[in-house]
């Protein structure tokens, strides 16, 4: 796909989430999908939009990383919820029953109707093409850095990290590290770290140079920790063998829900159409103008990179 992007945040599921999931999947060709009371027929596509309108409510599964989508006191709060919880009203289904869950564990989960749709700004990438349905994108993020404040090691991307020898912290699981090898930065000058916080108190305390995330990550980490002398770079769009990895994310159905998918892609076109109705959602989030997927970009596409 010339100039255009394939990205993960989160993007490979690490060993042991991967083997989960097969574990856990195994066994479920008939269990991934509802049948109809009184038969073992499959769940019409159809039936299944008109059964969530006439329960009233979604189940939606999120993993607590913000600001994609997080616990808020009672509710659900972040990109996903806020945009599905649009989207859905707009659908005639006024409520989102949440799961939080394991990142790693939400395909799983869905595949095994623990939730009808996963709601975490997940990207979409070949290999979760392969097992589960994607709406079209809500989203796109290129790449930044958190350096310390000041930037003294004069840091501006994975290259540059690369070229002057730093430490470069990555989330487990994440793709950053592929981006990192990908840039020439040495396995021993990567360090993993389990959440984001984690990643801004190593920087602090020195053990690494920069932290790489998406741009929309680091600036939320960045505006909950006022106090923290960081700073996030400029957003860079990382290269792995000649292609660009500009983030998009999506929402994501199980196999076979392609009705309720498209009538969900319906009404999210009209949010991402309007770059001041998506602002005015999710700017609150640290989401702007430029996070708005331009329409040239296709989920059909993304998953065939």
């Known amino acids: 796909m010339t100039g255009s992007a394939r990205l993960d945040r989160r993007g490979f599921l690490g060993r042991t989430a991967l083997l989960g999931g097969l574990a856990l999947t195994s066994g479920l060709v008939s269990a991934c999908t509802r049948t109809q009371a009184g038969s073992g027929a499959p769940e019409d596509d159809g039936a299944l939009l008109a059964r969530l309108r006439k329960q009233g409510f979604v189940r939606v599964g999120f993993a607590g990383e913000a600001p994609y989508g997080f ?110 090898k990908a840039a020439g930065v040495p396995d021993g000058s990567v360090k993993t770290l389990a959440k984001q916080q984690d990643g801004l108190d190593a920087l602090l305390a020195g053990r690494i140079d920069a932290f790489a995330l998406t741009a929309i990550s680091l600036r939320w980490l960045a505006r909950t920790n006022r106090d923290a002398a960081v700073e996030v770079t400029e957003a860079f769009v990382p290269v792995v063998d000649g292609v660009r990895q500009l983030g998009a994310g999506g929402a994501v159905f199980r196999p076979g829900a392609t009705g309720l998918r498209d009538a969900f892609d319906k009404e999210l076109l009209k949010i991402t159409g309007s770059p001041d109705r998506f602002v005015d959602l999710l700017g609150r989030y640290g989401f702007t103008a430029r996070e708005v997927p331009p329409r040239t970009l296709r989920t059909a596409d993304l998953c065939a990179a």
């Open 71 to 180: 616990q808020d006191g009672a509710d659900p709060a972040g990109e996903g919820p806020t945009l599905h919880r649009e989207v859905f009203a707009a659908l005639g289904v006024r409520e989102l029953r949440p799961t939080l869950t394991e990142f790693g564990a939400l395909i799983p989960g869905l595949l095994a109707d623990r939730f009808d749709v996963v709601s975490a700004g997940m990207s979409i990438t070949p290999e979760r093409c392969a097992k589960v349905i994607f709406s079209e994108p809500e989203f796109v993020s290129p790449t930044a850095l958190m350096v310390r404040k000041g930037n003294p090691k004069g840091l501006s991307d994975l290259a540059s990290c690369a070229a002057k020898g730093v430490t470069v912290g990555v989330l487990t699981a994440a793709v950053e590290a592929s981006f990192a």
